[in-house]
């Protein structure tokens, strides 16, 4: 039985998820850090010596550097050690008393480091006693100014970790759900696989025990292609829709052997669906389910029909069996169609549509309706 077009031969299911864009490590982010602050103050130096002279004056050029070197030097510290730990922003009142006194005391030693020039350089030399000659610069105007530069700094720093620290905090809480989920999803994917192992192997024994033993051998083939597809892959993910029918293939190969005249199905898919992505492993159980509670129950068999076709930016898939319209939950809820819904859950946030439940000209439907996706 060929239900499908030939798709090239590729491993089943991917091994690897996204690991999402590389993060900074810390030293990286301290190091870029005062790498721009440097730069930012060396650009504000050279700006200021030109403003005073020329860069090629050399004490025009150390006035700058003396004038921003200091604050580069102030926010560098704020900025190494708010990532340490100390956040600069943190507001408590003996805190923000202790910046009040240490901006002070910063403002009063900047300005007489910058008072010094006039003693040590000739052309800007005064006649006055060195302490006046070093206060000189403490007025009203310049140590206001030095407070609200200081300020300035450490708030913005400030506000910068703090947006950093709830950025990371976010992609941690991201990352802590989306390894949870993943773990969720691997024990739904694990509770499908050893029910179809136990199914297809009880139906061998019985094979075996009739005397069938051709048949029996003809199930086993199609077990190791089973296996062998799914064993390749190590973490749950989404294939194609071509490469999940060639999985519902060998099932429904393997079932009507077992089942002989009273199995019949009819897969029609749009070709166009063929590339659309689904969830690995998604329409195995869907058909495991209507032939174990539609046909098996039937004492003369019945038909297995699914279809799949786009529509728009949609796929929509459906699988319904013309027995007696029973399942292993009347209300479409039963553990295989639940591990089914959890899935896509995850997969399609409020994005997907199951529906399923017994039809009233008899047999059982499961509607699927998943957004399109292809590969790349």
């Not at 199914?199 to 003809?218: K, Q, Y």
């Not at 166009?272 to 495991?288: K, N, R, T």
Request: one cysteine or more.
């Amino acid at each position: 039985m060929s239900l499908l077009p030939a798709v090239p031969a590729r491993p089943l299911f991917p091994t690897a998820i996204a690991n999402g864009p590389r993060r900074l490590s810390a030293p990286s982010i301290q190091w870029r850090g005062a790498l721009l602050i440097g730069t930012a103050s060396l650009i504000l130096a050279l700006a200021t010596a030109t403003e005073c002279r020329s860069i090629t004056h050399l004490p025009s050029l150390l006035y700058g550097l003396v004038l921003w070197g200091w604050w580069g030097v102030i926010a560098s510290a704020f900025w190494l050690t708010g990532l340490k730990g100390a956040s600069v922003a943190h507001r408590s009142l003996p805190r923000m008393a202790v910046q009040v006194l240490i901006a002070c005391a910063a403002g009063v030693v900047h300005l007489m480091l910058l008072g010094s020039f006039s003693l040590f350089i000739p052309e800007w030399e005064t006649h006055a006693p060195p302490i006046r000659v070093l206060t000189g610069m403490l007025n009203l105007n310049r140590f206001g100014l030095e407070i609200l530069i200081y300020g300035f700094t450490f708030g913005l720093i400030g506000v910068i970790q703090a947006r950093m620290r709830a950025q990371g905090d976010a992609l941690r809480s991201l990352e802590l759900q989306r390894q949870l989920s993943a773990a969720q999803l691997k024990a739904l994917q694990m509770q499908i696989e050893p029910h179809f192992l136990f199914n297809t192997l009880n139906a061998i024994t019985t094979l075996v025990e009739l005397g069938r033993r051709s048949h029996a051998a003809e199930m086993l083939g199609h077990l190791n292609v089973i296996l062998k597809r799914t064993l390749e892959r190590s973490t749950p993910e989404k294939v194609s829709l071509a490469q999940e029918l060639e999985i519902v293939e060998n099932y429904l190969a393997i079932e009507q052997v077992r089942f002989a005249d009273r199995l019949s199905v009819d897969i029609k898919v749009d070709p166009g669906a063929l590339h659309s992505l689904i969830p690995c492993f998604l329409l195995q159980p869907i058909v495991e389910n209507a032939i174990r509670h539609g046909i098996a129950n039937s004492e003369s068999g019945g038909t297995v029909r699914a279809s799949a076709r786009r529509e728009g930016d949609r796929l929509r898939i459906t699988v319904r069996d013309s027995g007696s319209g029973g399942s292993s939950d009347p209300s479409g809820n039963g553990i295989g169609l639940k591990n089914t819904r959890e899935r896509l859950a995850w997969f399609y946030p409020e994005r997907h549509l199951l529906q399923a439940g017994p039809l009233r000209s008899g047999g059982f439907e499961v509607v699927i309706d998943i957004p399109h996706e292809t590969a790349g």
